[in-house]
């Protein structure tokens, strides 16, 4: 089985704007920008050996003011800019209470079953509590980056900036992660 890195797209992998105290998830190609901090703590965790998954959620969908066309194009430089495996996107409404929507830990078990990843030996990065929470849920490791949007809940691990981050994940893993990928 295979280590699994998710990341929370806004805020993480691409900057996003605050409004009122709330980040403000871009609703256009125009105004999506990849987080240019990133590109390098994420090529070092790819070449690690790491599968690599970007998780949202995007209300906008349903609720009818984010076009899928856009989203699609977001995604798609994202995944040209970084070296993601995958993004996985739950598309509901906080009312709708599906199981993806985090805090709820849909979107990492349906990843953990499409890529054959070990959730106990996979981590959740993210700068908000509904992720550390889903990590908690699904029995991840939770890597939160110091946000006003982490919460006062369950955090594995509160650090600074990405390459922090990435630093924490490879001496957490790193000794396991060359057993687990021998044939």
């Known amino acids: ?37 990133a590109t390098e703590p994420l090529q070092k ?43 996985l996107v739950c598309p509901h409404d906080e009312t709708d209470h599906c199981p993806c929507r985090r805090p709820q830990a849909g979107l990492l078990m349906e990843a953990a079953f499409k890529w054959h990843l070990d959730l106990e030996r996979s981590c959740v990065i ?24 982490i919460g006062k809940g369950h955090h594995d691990f509160v650090l600074s900036n990405l390459s922090e981050l990435a630093q924490k994940i490879d001496q957490l893993f790193s000794s396991n992660l060359l057993l687990m990928h021998r044939p």
């Not at 993480?12 to 980040?23: A, D, P, S, W």
């Not at 899928?68 to 993601?84: I, N, S, V």
């Not at 889903?134 to 490791?141: D, I």
């Open 126 to 149: 993210s700068d908000k509590w509904q992720d550390a929470q889903a990590a908690h849920v699904a029995g991840c490791t939770s890597l939160m980056m110091k946000s006003p949007w």
């Open 1 to 37: 089985m295979k280590s699994g890195i998710f990341f929370e797209r806004d805020g993480i992998l691409n900057l996003t704007k605050v409004e009122r105290g709330h980040q403000v998830a871009p609703l256009s190609f125009d105004q999506f920008q990849v987080n240019p901090a």
């Open 45 to 87: 965790l790819k070449a690690a050996g790491y599968v690599l998954l970007a998780t949202t959620n995007q209300p906008g969908l349903s609720r009818g003011y984010l076009p899928r066309r856009e989203l699609d194009r977001m995604h798609a430089l994202l995944k040209q800019r970084l070296p993601l495996d995958d993004i």
